[in-house]
C-alpha cells in the first residue's frame, strides 16, 4: 500500500478519487481482517459517503485538505461521531459517540475518511497485547501466533496488514512505539503536550481538560516516517479553546543530511539486557548509519540514570492515573520528590541535545511474544536465556517518556526468524521533526517498512499505473489496497 501523502496526492492530482481509494481500502479489510483482527469496527456506508462528498467539492475546486480522501482508522479510545466507543469493555458495547475527540476533528478538517476504528486492550490496560472480550485478540500479522503489542495493537497491525493509510494511537506506557516496533511501522510520541487529549476517554460526560500531559500522549502510525509528519501538522497545537491564543508550527528539523547527524547511541543495560536477536539488528543498523557518515556517542547523557528513571516513570504513570480515576489516591510528598526528579532528568536531557541531535536505544528487549491469556502479574517473557518478568517491557520507553521527549519507534530490521524489530529515536523536546526527519534518513540506508508476506499474498485489488499503493514492487502482488484508476478497475 502506498503512503498517506501519496494517496493523497494522487486524489488531488485527478488520479483517483477518494471514492475509489476508500471502496479499496473497504476491500482489502473484507479480505484480511479476519486474520489480524485489528479493525473492531468498520462504518462502510458512511465512509462511502464521506468519500464520494470530498470528490465532489474537490470537483468543485475546493481544496481537499492535505489528507483530501484519505481512508483511516483511529484506535478504539477516542470519540469518533457515529462510531462505537468501547475500550474493549462489554459494558460500553451500545455505546456510540455524538461528538469527535480533537485528534478525530482535525483529521476530518484535514480531509480524512475514518472508516472505522482499530482493536485495543481491554480498558487500555495492557503495553504488551491487545486483547478484550468485546472483540477478541489482534494477531501480529508477522506471525499470527505472537502479539501485536498494547494497548495500540490494533492500530499498528492495521498499518502493517494494508487495513488503513493512517492510524492514531495513545501512548501511556509504550502503547504507540510498543506495537509500532512488534508490528514493523513508525510509531510517534510526539513531544508533551503537543496534542490535545480531549475526546481520549470512556464513553460519558467529557471529561475535564488536563494540564497535566507529561507522561501520556496521544499520536500518530504509519507505514512511512513522512506519513507521521503530515498527520502531526493537521492534530498538533493548543486545544480548542486556546486557538486563538498562540498558533502552533512544526519545528523545523536540525539537519536534512545524515551525514549532518550526531547521534547518541545506547543498545543495551543490565537492569534490562536485549536478547541477542534484538541486539544483533541494532547493533548492524548503528554500524551502517556510522558508515553513512553519522557520528555517533556512545554511553547515556550526563545525569541520566536509567533505572532510576524507569522506576521514577513508574510512579508518575501512577499519579497520572490517580488523577484521572475518581477517588483516585496519591502519596503528595512522595509525589514531588518525583516530581523533581522528573524535571532534573529534562534538564540533563536538555544539555544532552546542545550537542548531539538525536538518541537511539531500543524500543523493547524481545521481539513480539506469543500471545500470553495467563493474568497480568502471571505472565513472562520467554527468552533464550530464561524468562523475564512482563513488567520489564516498558524500560526503554521510560527514558523519553518521563521527560517528555518526543520518541519514535522506526524499522530498525529483521531478526533471523523474520520478526521485526525497532530502533527508538529520541529527540528535544518540541523538535518533533528532526526525529521524524532522521527516521526518513535512516530508512534510505537501512530500509524501512515492508509487508509482512502472511498477509501479503491475500487477494485484494490491485494498484494503478502510478504505483500508488506499491511500496514493494512486483514481487508481491495483491498486497495493497490500491489507488485504482478512474473506472474503477484495477490496471
Known amino acids: 500500500m502506498s503512503s498517506a501523502g501519496h494517496a493523497a496526492a494522487a486524489i488531488r492530482a485527478g488520479r483517483s478519487t477518494a471514492a475509489e481509494v476508500t471502496s479499496a481500502l473497504l476491500a482489502r479489510i473484507a479480505a484480511v481482517n479476519q486474520r489480524v ?25 475546493e481544496p481537499g485538505g492535505s489528507l483530501g480522501g484519505v481512508p483511516m482508522t483511529v484506535k478504539d479510545a477516542f470519540h469518533a461521531i457515529g462510531l462505537h466507543t468501547t475500550w474493549g469493555n462489554p459494558a460500553f458495547a451500545g455505546e456510540v459517540a455524538d461528538w469527535d475527540a480533537a485528534v478525530v476533528a482535525r483529521l476530518r478538517r484535514a480531509g480524512a475518511v475514518i472508516v472505522g476504528k482499530s482493536n485495543v486492550a481491554m480498558m487500555l490496560g495492557d503495553f504488551g497485547q491487545s486483547r478484550n472480550p468485546l472483540s477478541g485478540t489482534t494477531n501480529n500479522p508477522w506471525d499470527l501466533g505472537r502479539t501485536s503489542g498494547g494497548s495500540s495493537g490494533g492500530a499498528a497491525a492495521a498499518i502493517a496488514s494494508g487495513l488503513s493509510y493512517l492510524e492514531y494511537g495513545s501512548d501511556l506506557v509504550g502503547s504507540i512505539r510498543i506495537p509500532a516496533a512488534f508490528c514493523g511501522v513508525y510509531g510517534l510520541k510526539p513531544t508533551a503536550g503537543t ?18 500531559p507529561a507522561v501520556v500522549g496521544v499520536g500518530p502510525l504509519a507505514r512511512s516516517a513522512g506519513d507521521l509528519r503530515l498527520a502531526l501538522q493537521v492534530t498538533g497545537g493548543p486545544d480548542d479553546a486556546d486557538e486563538l491564543v498562540y498558533r502552533w508550527e512544526l519545528a523545523p528539523p536540525r539537519w536534512r543530511t545524515l551525514a549532518d547527524y550526531t547521534m547518541g547511541v545506547v543498545l543495551d543495560h543490565p537492569a534490562c539486557p536485549v536478547t541477542t536477536a534484538v541486539g544483533d539488528v541494532l547493533s548492524n543498523a548503528i554500524d551502517v548509519l556510522a558508515r553513512a557518515g553519522v557520528t555517533i556517542k556512545y554511553g547515556w547523557p550526563d ?14 504513570v501512577g499519579a497520572y492515573l490517580a488523577s484521572v480515576e475518581p477517588g483516585g489516591t496519591l502519596d503528595g510528598l512522595d509525589y514531588l520528590r518525583h516530581e523533581h ?33 495467563r493474568a497480568f502479574h502471571e505472565r513472562t517473557i520467554e527468552t533464550p536465556t530464561g524468562a523475564r518478568p512482563y513488567t520489564d517491557l516498558p524500560f526503554w520507553i521510560a527514558q523519553a517518556s518521563l521527560a517528555g521527549l518526543p520518541a519514535l519507534s522506526a524499522p530498525a530490521g529483521w531478526t533471523a526468524t523474520g520478526l521485526p524489530v525497532g530502533v527508538q529515536i529520541l529527540g528535544p523536546r518540541h523538535e518533533d521533526d528532526t ?11 537501512i530500509g524501512g517498512f515492508l509487508h509482512p508476506p502472511l498477509v501479503s499474498s491475500v487477494e485484494a485489488p490491485r494498484p494503478n499505473r502510478d504505483g500508488v499503493g506499491n511500496h514493494r514492487g512486483a514481487d508481491h502482488p495483491g498486497a495493497d489496497p490500491a489507488v485504482v484508476d478512474h473506472n474503477g478497475q484495477p490496471s
Not at 496534542?195 to 497535566?212: C, E, F, H
Not at 526525529?435 to 540506508?445: C, D, F, H, K
Open 341 to 373: 526528579f522528573r524535571l532534573a532528568t529534562r534538564a540533563a536531557w536538555a544539555d544532552h541535545f546542545r550537542e548531539t541531535d538525536a538518541f537511539l536505544c531500543p524500543v523493547t528487549f524481545s521481539p513480539p511474544f506469543p500471545h500470553d491469556t
Open 37 to 61: 483482527n485489528a479493525i473492531s469496527e468498520v462504518d462502510p456506508q458512511g465512509a462511502i459517503v464521506t468519500a464520494a462528498l470530498l470528490d465532489e467539492s474537490i470537483a468543485r475546486g
Open 303 to 316: 545525569g541520566i540514570d536509567p533505572t532510576k528513571v524507569a522506576e521514577s516513570f513508574g510512579v508518575q
Open 435 to 445: 526525529v521524524i526527519t532522521l527516521a526518513e534518513l535512516m530508512a534510505e540506508v
Open 195 to 212: 496534542v490535545p487529549l480531549s475526546g481520549l476517554q470512556p464513553p460519558g460526560p467529557k471529561a475535564l481538560a488536563s494540564d497535566r
